[in-house]
């Protein structure tokens, strides 16, 4: 959130259909994609893995968790490591950055794009100085300018619940606190 959004901070529902959400320091999308899971298929002749159980992703400062995610890389190698080029997560997805946690049923990360988008029942709080909690059937979140975009529904399982209505929360800033 930007701080001049701070000062109208109150629990009202957000009535855009797109909505920023959180900005904070652009993602490193070029480090290495790291992977760890219960277990893994290799599936070379369609250039993908699917790894089950516990999985946890790791690139730079972001962390991606789920119960299943399918891996899509490029038959390149790249110093003895194939090229990832989309990630495709299920059950209870949560993406964590600094000071920032994303929760869905389903996430996309394009990393040709560097590009996540999260789907379904999705929840982001943010932490620091500007306080944030908000909540929708989309989330789109760019890692090159770092801005999370809520957007509404039209159609799917997803948007039942939440009537493709983005919500959200902002904390204002405790006035009775001795500055300091």
Do not use: C, E, W
């Amino acid at each position: 959130m930007t701080r001049a959004l701070a000062p109208l901070a109150f629990g009202l529902p957000l009535l855009l259909a797109a909505v920023p959400a959180a900005a904070q320091a652009r993602h490193d999308s070029n480090a290495p994609i790291d992977v760890a899971s219960d277990s893994i298929q290799l599936d070379d002749k369609a250039n993908r893995a699917i790894l089950t159980g516990n999985v946890v992703i790791k690139q730079s400062d972001m962390t991606l968790r789920a119960a299943r995610v399918t891996v899509a890389y490029s038959g390149n190698a790249l110093g003895g490591s194939p090229q990832a080029s989309r990630l495709d997560a299920t059950g209870g997805v949560t993406v964590t950055r600094p000071n920032q946690t994303a929760r869905s049923s389903y996430a996309v990360y394009d990393v040709d794009r560097r590009i996540i988008t999260m789907i379904g029942n999705v929840t982001l709080q943010q932490a620091g100085s500007n306080v944030a909690n908000a909540a929708g059937p989309r989330l789109t979140i760019n890692l090159d300018t770092s801005r999370a975009t809520f957007g509404g529904g039209t159609a799917g399982p997803a948007t039942q619940s939440s009537g493709g209505r983005v919500t959200g929360r902002f904390t204002v800033p405790n006035r009775d606190a001795p500055k300091q």
